[in-house]
């Protein structure tokens, strides 16, 4: 199976996500677009309440685009880590959830133009060295918003940091814990099994988080 480490960010480096409504419209469409078939009404099913989500998620039959490993949302950016499914997976999935959104943003705030920053930026992820830190790397994301030092190593508290990213709904993070937060979204069996299930993952997030330098990942950060 080939990694990839996927970014794309606002154009400016303006925020795409706004409020709540935008995030969960995101975490939908990263479901509903991860699928060789086309779309359904998906706003319609969206608008009914946040909260439906997930109730859609059960409902629908999938033919998988990629595998979404791992998810991180920031105000202004999301990363991904991803393998794909099916030939052409992740430029077709790509595709469809940029799109997708930029739609649903341009419409709900009555914009036009481009909301992305380019294509986006994809790394492949080549050695077992990356690939040990580049889960980490976009869990430890969000902490930009309460402790930005943390890529220098120099995070005040270890145990509130801890606790912020375990009450940040808008990554994978929680799920890896086995706190069902959008566990239809990711496929973590590969994943987990490598990190020798939800228990160890959880401690070796703790450890990693005490030492871990964003040096390690050179250029597959996409930073």
Not at 22 to 47: C, M, Q, T, V, W
Not at 67 to 86: E, K
Not at 91 to 102: D, I, T
């Amino acid at each position: 199976m080939e990694f990839y480490h996927v970014l794309n960010r606002g154009v400016d480096k303006r925020k795409i996500f706004l409020d709540d409504r935008d995030r969960f419209r995101f975490i939908h469409d990263l479901f509903e677009f991860n699928d060789k078939n086309p779309a359904g009404s998906i706003y319609y099913h969206f608008r009914k309440s946040p909260s439906d989500i997930q109730n859609v998620q059960k409902r629908l039959q999938r033919k998988l685009l990629v595998y979404i490993h791992c998810f991180a949302m920031m105000p202004n950016h999301y990363h991904l880590l991803i393998s794909p499914a099916t030939e052409n997976g992740i430029p077709k999935f790509m595709k469809k959830l940029n799109m997708g959104y930029a739609k649903y943003f341009n419409e709900k705030y009555n914009r036009t133009g481009a909301l992305f920053q380019g294509k986006y930026k994809s790394a492949h992820i080549e050695n077992d060295k990356h690939f040990l830190y580049i889960p980490y790397y976009i869990h430890f994301n969000p902490l930009d918003l309460y402790e930005p030092k943390w890529r220098k190593r120099k995070i005040s508290d270890i145990k509130k940091s801890v606790n912020f990213l375990g009450s940040y709904r808008w990554s994978s993070h929680l799920d890896y814990l086995g706190k069902n937060n959008f566990p239809s979204v990711t496929q973590r069996k590969w994943m987990l099994k490598y990190f020798n299930g939800e228990s160890e993952y959880e401690r070796l997030f703790i450890k990693e988080l005490k030492n871990y330098s964003v040096d390690e990942l050179g250029g597959i950060s996409l930073e």
